[in-house]
């Protein structure tokens, strides 16, 4: 693999159902990011890990988990799905908290 | 709050040349991303400034004025492939990114 991949690419999930998106990069970079991008917003910081066993809290982390075992991973879960979840998800990386963020292909999800 | 500002939509035709403004009303300044999103697509890196004036790039250039809370992109000699959106996002004094709405180009030939 190169670069960052998510899976999965798209998910209808019922209301209530717990859910993980994966996501894995391949570049090495010691920060990561997950994102939710909805029509007419931008985007929006769920969680970010600076580095490998830490994890922070972005703008809109209510109803969302994640961890940081190691470099290349970075899961998010949703613990109890809910409709004001569905978006389309994207995770970023980026070799020092400061530079550009490359991103994954995203994941829709759709909460009914 | 932190604000980030972008026109909604533009139209621009083929071969012309388009600017994009961005104004920013954010905690702290580290530096201003643009990005080119592709519908269905990912964001990928257009552009970074962190100190006032213009950066050039090929076909893109950026501009950014930190005492005005200001940025614009420049596109010139428009292709059809130039349709996207355009984020512009700055980084704040937790380093982390606020990004605007986007800015959806139309290019028509």
């Known amino acids: 693999i190169a670069g960052i991949t998510q899976a999965p690419t798209s998910q209808i999930l019922a209301a209530g159902r717990r859910m993980t998106l994966r996501c894995t990069q391949d570049?090495?970079?010691?920060?990561m990011y997950w994102y939710r991008q909805d029509l007419g917003l931008g985007l929006r910081l769920i969680h970010y890990?600076?580095?490998?066993?830490?994890?922070g809290k972005g703008e809109v982390p209510d109803g969302y988990s994640v961890s940081r075992a190691n470099t290349d991973d970075f899961p998010l879960t949703l613990a109890s799905a809910v409709p004001s979840q569905t978006s389309v998800y994207f995770c970023?990386?980026?070799?020092?908290?400061?530079?550009?963020?490359?991103f994954g292909p995203g994941t829709r999800l759709t909460v009914l | 709050g932190q604000n980030i500002d972008q026109p909604t939509e533009m139209t621009a035709t083929e071969g012309a040349i388009v600017q994009i403004n961005c104004t920013y009303q954010?905690?702290?300044?580290?530096?201003l991303f643009w990005y080119q999103q592709h519908a269905g697509e990912a964001p990928t890196f257009l552009s970074y400034?962190?100190l006032d004036g213009l950066e050039e790039k090929g076909r893109f250039s950026s501009f950014l004025s930190r005492s005005k809370g200001y940025s614009y992109l420049l596109l010139k000699e428009l292709q059809m492939k130039d349709s996207a959106s355009y984020l512009c996002?700055?980084?704040?004094?937790?380093?982390?990114?606020?990004w605007g709405a986007g800015t959806k180009l139309i290019i028509k030939p």
């Open positions: 890990s600076n580095t490998a066993g830490t994890t």
């Open positions: 954010t905690s702290g300044f580290n530096g």
């Open positions: 570049m090495r970079h010691n920060a």
């Open positions: 970023a990386s980026s070799d020092r908290e400061a530079n550009e963020q490359f």
């Open positions: 400034n962190v």
């Open positions: 996002a700055v980084r704040d004094s937790n380093y982390q990114l606020i």
